[in-house]
């Protein structure tokens, strides 16, 4: 018994590489949407803000870096992504690091207005040495209107931790929606962000 030749294989298949086809299309140009949509409006956002911890190198140490941008949740070791914030790296001292260096680092997707909180909090200190010395650096990356990204040093403040499980904000402060630091915002008032 012959079988019948089915003219809607061939139908099918055009269909299905004619919309696979869209598919590719439509997700290839939503960046240049988005992008061209942001250079009409003037919304382009501002910049990057970048946190970085430092503490010394070789130290058998856990410091946790927690941030907090407006209308976002607390990033740190334990939800290292949020809207405006990730957390790139969790250094736990000398836990699984074939590394000496010792620092933790989260960086922000534009920066909106609002207000920004950088935490530090000991989570441990195998190496037993007290107080723990960090370095805390904040950054912010602009464009000019040459296209020159250039990066501005915000903070670089040293800061002592005195104990296992204590949280101190070392920085809170606003930005405007210009990607500017409102004057008279920046204090150290403390915020819990672990909680």
Not at 25 to 35: A, C, F, G, R
Not at 155 to 162: F, G, R, S, T
Request: glycine share 8%.
């Amino acid at each position: 018994m012959k079988q019948k030749p089915q003219p809607d294989i061939a139908f099918r298949d055009v269909t299905l590489i004619v919309l696979f086809g869209f598919i590719a299309i439509v997700v290839l140009l939503l960046p240049h949407l988005k992008q061209a949509e942001e250079e009409e409006s003037g919304k382009k956002p501002p910049g990057n803000l970048t946190v970085m911890i430092t503490w010394p190198a070789g130290w058998d140490t856990d410091v946790d870096l927690w941030v907090l941008a407006p209308g976002d949740k607390p990033v740190g070791y334990s939800n290292r992504g949020g809207i405006v914030f990730d957390l790139l790296r969790d250094d736990r001292g000398n836990i699984l690091d074939e590394y000496a260096l010792n620092y933790e680092y989260a960086f922000t997707r534009g920066v909106p207005a609002g207000e920004y909180v950088i935490n530090l909090h000991l989570f441990g200190n195998a190496q037993g040495t007290y107080p723990v010395p960090v370095n805390v650096e904040v950054s912010l990356s602009v464009e000019d209107a040459s296209r020159t990204v250039r990066t501005l040093l915000i903070v670089d403040e040293p800061v002592l931790l005195q104990r296992i499980g204590e949280e101190i904000t070392v920085f809170r402060f606003r930005m405007n929606a210009d990607g500017r630091i409102v004057p008279g915002s920046v204090n150290t008032i403390p915020k819990d962000l672990r909680t």
